[in-house]
């Protein structure tokens, strides 16, 4: 049984849907080796066919494509009884807090921008599972299960920093390091603002962007706090979601204090 509370069939595909092929191999280059059986489908009609003739347990779908929309293939799934319950996530170059606040409306699990980091899409799509289908992945890579309580998360998981020097280089990942502790500290204003006057779409849209920054740099313990507010938000529960986004007041600080601590050792 996944988090969701529907039965979880292991043998079932995860289907990347994307009109480009090169991002369709990526994604399946990511998740195969991990064990996670995967089918491919280059257009949003293609996708639905094949969600109706196998089991698939999870839907990775990008936004842009010819014919048929990323979003109208989810509102699709979405208004079906038979398909409803298999997750979705978007996979897109879009990076607008209003396209993502959109696609999680329409009752998409998560939203994530191209290009996705092998680390960061094993761990959503193992939360969002609620299993992984072989033990030998580095556990480090996957922190978000469902049961694990945040208590349990690192505040800091330096292998993904590391990743990203070995991937882009100093210059780039310090930078990054440096946008992301400016941008945090906006970006936690902003929600705060958002959640004092109800304004739900801000909130959630970055929400959503707070928490894809602190897992690109492996800030485990931030980006777990960001998800429980999302969580909220999909069991329509205010009172839960004020709440945990008051608790960013201590995430954050610890989150920004930890990485500008290993910053220094890079």
């Known amino acids: 049984m996944n988090k969701n509370g529907t039965d979880t069939d292991t043998d079932a595909s995860i289907l990347v849907v994307d009109d480009n092929i090169m991002s369709r191999k990526v994604l399946q280059h990511r998740l195969k080796p991990s064990g996670?059986?995967?089918?491919?489908?280059?257009?949003?009609?293609?996708?639905?066919q094949i969600v109706?003739?196998?089991?698939?347990?999870?839907?990775?779908?990008?936004?842009?494509?010819?014919?048929?929309?990323?979003?109208?293939?989810?509102?699709?799934?979405?208004?079906?009884?038979?398909?409803?319950?298999i997750p979705v996530v978007i996979v897109s170059s879009l990076e607008s807090v209003d396209e993502a606040t959109k696609c999680i409306d329409a009752g998409a699990s998560d939203f994530l921008?191209?290009?996705?980091p092998s680390a960061i899409l094993l761990e959503v799509v193992t939360d969002i599972l609620g299993f992984h289908p072989?033990?030998?992945?580095?556990?480090?890579?996957?922190?978000?299960?469902?049961?694990i309580h945040l208590d349990d998360l690192p505040i800091l998981d330096p292998s993904f920093i590391t990743k990203m020097l070995s991937d882009y280089g100093k210059t780039t990942t310090t930078d990054f390091i440096t946008r992301f502790q400016g941008?945090?500290?906006?970006?936690?204003?902003?929600?705060?603002?958002?959640?004092?006057?109800?304004?739900?779409?801000?909130?959630r849209g970055q929400v959503n962007n707070l928490k894809g920054g602190a897992?690109?740099?492996?800030?485990?313990?931030?980006?777990?706090?960001?998800r429980e507010i999302e969580c909220a938000f999909i069991d329509d529960d205010k009172e839960t979601a004020n709440k945990a986004t008051h608790e960013l007041e201590t995430y954050l600080p610890e989150a920004l204090k930890a990485l500008k601590e290993f910053a220094v050792t890079i």
């Open 134 to 147: 072989n033990g030998e992945v580095d556990p480090s890579v996957v922190k978000n299960v469902s049961n």
């Open 215 to 226: 897992r690109s740099l492996g800030l485990a313990k931030l980006a777990g706090a960001c």
């Open 183 to 203: 941008f945090a500290l906006n970006q936690k204003d902003t929600i705060l603002t958002a959640a004092r006057n109800n304004d739900t779409v801000q909130w």
């Open 36 to 48: 996670f059986p995967v089918v491919l489908a280059s257009s949003g009609a293609e996708a639905l």
């Open 52 to 85: 109706e003739s196998e089991p698939i347990s999870l839907v990775l779908l990008d936004m842009l494509m010819d014919e048929m929309s990323g979003i109208e293939v989810l509102q699709q799934l979405k208004s079906n009884p038979e398909f409803q319950h």
């Open 113 to 116: 921008s191209k290009p996705v």
